[in-house]
């Protein structure tokens, strides 16, 4: 199903077409100036499109034979911004449907959909073909979230416009066209309703979303839910704001100790106290009435969206919070020694998964490089991840003291209470006592170390799941 036109789509939008499980191919006219199909003929190549020379005969089959031939086999789009009435009415008469895109002149040819900007073409599609797939379930689920993300996600042919076998169409949302109209074509959206955050007020009380700045097509979204209540988000906004916050984190993180792990490791929140302020003459007994003893991570109270909540220090004695320069409100955590392994954990609607990550090594091969000042670091930076020889050459380095069963329990009594589809969470093991500690929750990590062939089908299984149960919510209310 080969959309094409005679100038290719701008480079976002072609990555977006490569991705999108649908065979693309670009037609140009026969005759045109060797640098203009030089060029089409590159990027069709480098995008791994096809291309077809209009008029020229390719093989034994003319190019409008070779395309009647496509349509024989799937359904097929023509999208053009040229109108040229003998060709369009021939691939009309072999059940192709015709696009005419961003024609200036925007000449009303029977049977062919105007489609008045390039921003709209994705959602035409994707439209037209759920109309087509009518019988099956087919849901069009528009996604917003940055752009790496996205093509962390496309890449690994999770955003398919082309319905795979989980009959999901995925399509972008765009901020350059009004949103409103694209809301009412999508089933669901999808978003990372934190990649949209633009500013967090320091001198708000953090009580969010209070406070928060969204970029203003995330704040158009989140009027339009608010207006529309039936609306299928996946995973509504109310219960993401916990996960900005490190105190309401913790909070959640607290209630661990309501499963019972009897005979098993203890699965626990790390020891923590919110501060407002560094120069507290009373941090000590703070510090004593919260269970914590140096050394401490500091972390940011904001726990993303910003780029300063990752700026992050280890401390190992009283005096080092004097110049410190991780961003207030901050949280005081126990550090907790734990052989420089990480266990990232991926709650992928019903499946559990986990990856291991090189973490930090135990504080004391940090402490005398740190020559009497506190280790500053950005987490997603320059976390101070163990050399070979600070690693222990046991147990840690390849999970043996990670009891899985008991995370994934613990996974899924965190999937009750968050109330959320895709999240992710960091567990360390603790050097002697085993105790299993998680130190941080976040919504809808990229998950990259899970395979694609397991994590990518999982991924719309929950999507499925997120829009079936909402609907279902919906339906036994009203
Ligand atoms: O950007 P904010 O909202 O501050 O949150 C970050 C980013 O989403 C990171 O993704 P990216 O690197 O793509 O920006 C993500 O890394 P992963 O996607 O690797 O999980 C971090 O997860 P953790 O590293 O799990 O904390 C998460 O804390
Ligand atoms: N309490 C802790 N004890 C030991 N190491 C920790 C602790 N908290 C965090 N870390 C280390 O610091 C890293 C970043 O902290 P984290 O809370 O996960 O922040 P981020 O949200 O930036 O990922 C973790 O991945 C882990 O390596
Ligand atoms: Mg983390
Ligand atoms: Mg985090």
């Known amino acids: 199903m080969p959309p094409s036109s005679s100038t290719p789509p701008p480079p976002g939008r072609r990555r977006r077409l490569r991705y999108s499980n649908l065979s693309v191919a670009i037609c140009y006219a026969e005759g045109m100036p060797t640098n ?4 089409l003929e590159k990027v069709a190549s480098s995008h791994l499109f096809g291309s077809i020379v209009l008029l020229a005969k390719s093989g034994n089959l003319s190019p409008i034979e070779l ?3 496509w349509s024989r086999t799937s359904f097929c789009f023509y999208a053009t911004s040229r ?3 003998g060709l369009i009415s021939e691939l009309q008469n072999q059940n192709w449907r015709v696009l005419s895109v961003a024609n200036e002149c925007s000449i009303e040819v029977p049977g062919v959909l105007n489609v008045q900007r390039l921003q709209e073409l994705l959602l035409t599609l994707a439209t037209l073909m759920k109309k087509e797939l009518c019988g099956s379930s087919v849901l069009v689920i528009g996604y917003i979230m940055k752009k790496s993300r996205e093509e962390d996600f496309a890449k690994r042919g999770a955003f398919p416009i ?6 999901l169409i995925f399509v972008p949302l765009s901020f350059e066209i009004p949103l409103s109209l694209q809301l009412q074509e999508v089933d669901m959206v999808l978003h990372k309703i934190t990649d949209e955050i633009v500013k967090i007020d320091p001198n708000c009380s953090i009580d969010f979303p209070k406070g928060i700045s969204f970029s203003a097509g995330m704040s158009e979204i989140i009027r339009f839910v608010e207006e529309h209540p039936d609306f299928c988000i996946m995973d509504p ?11 309401q984190i913790q909070k959640i993180l607290v209630r661990l100790q309501e499963l019972g792990t009897e005979g098993k490791p203890k699965l626990r929140a790390p020891y923590s106290c919110k501060v407002d302020s ?3 003459g009373e941090l000590d007994k703070h510090l004593v009435e919260a269970n914590l003893s140096f050394p401490l991570i500091v972390k940011p109270q904001v726990a993303c969206g910003v780029a300063d909540a990752h700026n992050m220090a280890l401390v190992f004695q009283i005096e080092e919070f004097s110049n410190l320069s991780v961003p207030l409100p901050a949280v005081l955590q126990e550090y907790v020694d734990h052989g420089s392994k990480i266990f990232k954990f991926y709650v992928i609607g019903d499946k559990v998964f986990y990856a291991v990550r090189d973490s930090m090594p135990n504080a004391r091969f940090l402490k005398p490089s740190s020559g009497g000042e506190a280790l500053t670091f950005n987490s997603l930076k320059t976390l101070p991840v163990a050399t070979n020889e600070q690693r222990p050459q046991t147990g840690a380095e390849d999970g043996k003291l990670l009891d899985a069963d008991l995370v994934e329990e613990a996974a899924k ?14 567990v360390v093991v603790q050097e002697g006592t085993g105790d299993h500690v998680i130190v941080d929750l976040n919504y809808l990590p990229s998950f990259k170390e899970v395979p694609d062939s397991e994590a990518v089908p999982a991924f719309w299984d929950a999507v499925r799941q997120a829009y079936e149960s909402t609907r279902g919510n919906a339906n036994a209310q009203g």
């Open 36 to 39: 203009e199909s030089d060029f």
């Open 413 to 426: 009594f965190l999937k009750g209470l968050l109330g959320l589809t895709v999240f992710g969470f960091d």
């Open 278 to 280: 560094f120069h507290n």
């Open 67 to 69: 395309m009647i031939e």
């Open 162 to 167: 082309y319905p795979s076998k989980g009959s």
């Open 83 to 85: 109108v040229d009435k």
């Open 237 to 247: 906004f109310k219960n993401i704001y916990p996960l900005l916050d490190r105190l």
